[in-house]
């Protein structure tokens, strides 16, 4: 496509490393944080990878996102940790929660951790594929401002609250990483600016309708919900779940202040792991795996140009392509993100 | 409804005692599991209650479900054990392992208890009422015969799988409970019943089309993922999850052997408690949720017929109805279930 660059995943990891030490993050961090935009973009997952790191680093300028701000334990009991994120990058909170839950799963054979005063933690399945590869089954999701509407409203009352479940195959995983919409704002901005219908109805128009056309729901903000009724309802649990067990802020407070500001700041999550290791099937449940997954690959495809696949079977592919033939970005992207 | 009759939740539960105690529970146990069997009806959740009971006792009389077993503790780790249902009646099992896991979250914060060979719950929302009453933040599902296709194919290789979760409001619950298919095949065989069409399309017809004919669908054995192939893949790990957890069967297995005995008997199945007492923020815990509902409540309403409601609202009103006026039964089933 003429409008795309492919860039190499070094260059891309480099440009990133250069910014964020610009705007005030320390060699490490700026290190990591530059990993995980690189990693998500290298899986394919663009619109939490390189399309949103003029966000982030537009949000971190106007601090909302402070480059310096480190988790701290507000309190602890037994398998259960509550920690304040403290404002600090998403990306950077995530990835300690996702550790810290191994951890106290390591100890109690669960571990659960919240954080509260996060942010946006850019794509769910990142901290599956880290939890899933180091051994643990993994559950977790953040909230986010509101949305989508309540089933029978007409407007933003939830989050669409991604939601990432992993458990380790292979030497890899089995990552499913989803928001309560149909489809993500981020995925519906991408075809509204390639031009494109989305391939099924994902959202209403300001009539009311059913429409496939994204730059229609982008207008009513009215992103439909998975399942019609049940995403509404999952999208809302969540949410509680989310603000309960942090003591941080709901979706109704994230969308106040986001009002107020502009930005989208201080969300709340949940990361549990569970430690494979410590379960008394442990050596069998590689085979266990197995076998769930050549019996759903031995599926009747519905015609020849159908693939049945597990979710993230297809990163593969995409991490192997793009990390060879470099990491296809809209060229305005890129411009916008080298002269930053 | 002519072809209807109102039975009092009293005269409900005598029969269910009756019939359980002659085909071999114990007076505690015909008790306990008509309780649930009658509540569920009482909830409005006929299809999991009352209109179910007949292919309960079947089962139980075929031997497939122990009416004597109670669970045996198999592995313990930390805040995490594995039990073995001992194929014993689903409902019980369930009630069994809600209560354990929140004893281990009482001693730990989180509580994990799975349950390896086990049988049909009947209705997930009922043990999220159980934990969510009792002030623990609550999630559990259950794995199940095959009966949805992948994304892409056309034979059944997924379970819908049902998924409660749960948390306290006021002296009540706010209790969501979904399956992985649009509408679960109790509720298609109920509107076939009444020859209804469904509200939307919840599957696909034999010839590939979407349809909102629940008789097609019965036919087709391809019910409708909700949010498409997000709910397959949810259906997907929650299996996963469920048979590594408990190191019991999965969906493949619990298919292989219903084809050979017509039965589905020993699923898996997966218990998370968390107390809410143990968590810093305990004494807002309440005010957070409220403040959450209020935010939904305050929606906008897509015409004056839309009522805005959080899972479980609508259950209370139900609840008072059928306690007052007797829960309406299909005649043919009411006839049937006398009978036994």
Known sequence: MENTTLVPAGVMHSEFVRILKKIGFSDPKAEKCAEIFTSNSIDGIYTHGVNRFPRFVSNVKNGF????????????????EQWNGNLGPGPLNAVFATDRAGELADQNGIGLVTLAFTNHWMRAGYYGWQAAKKGY???????????MSAWGATDPRLGNNPFVIAAPYENEAIVLDFAMTQFSYGKMELYKSENKQLPYAGGFDTKGQLTKDPGEILLSWRALPIGYWKGA????????LAAVLSGGRSTA????????????????QV???INLKRLHNYPSI?????????????????NENSSIRYPGENVLNVRKHN??????VNKKVWNEIIAL
């Not at 107020?260 to 709340?268: D, I, K, N, R, W």
């Open 233 to 240: 309802g999952l999208a809302l649990l969540l949410d509680i």
């Open 253 to 268: 407070e994230i969308t106040g202040s986001k009002k107020e500001t502009g930005a989208e700041y201080g969300v709340s």
């Open 137 to 147: 089954v993994f559950l977790a999701w953040t909230n986010a401002e509101a949305n």
């Open 286 to 302: 590689g085979d266990t795996t197995r076998q769930i997954i050549d019996f759903l690959h031995q599926s009747v495809p519905e």
């Open 323 to 328: 990390l060879e033939a470099g990491i296809p």
């Open 65 to 80: 996102f402070k480059p310096d701000a480190e988790p701290s334990l507000i309190h602890s009991a037994g398998a259960l």
């Open 271 to 273: 990361f549990i792991a």
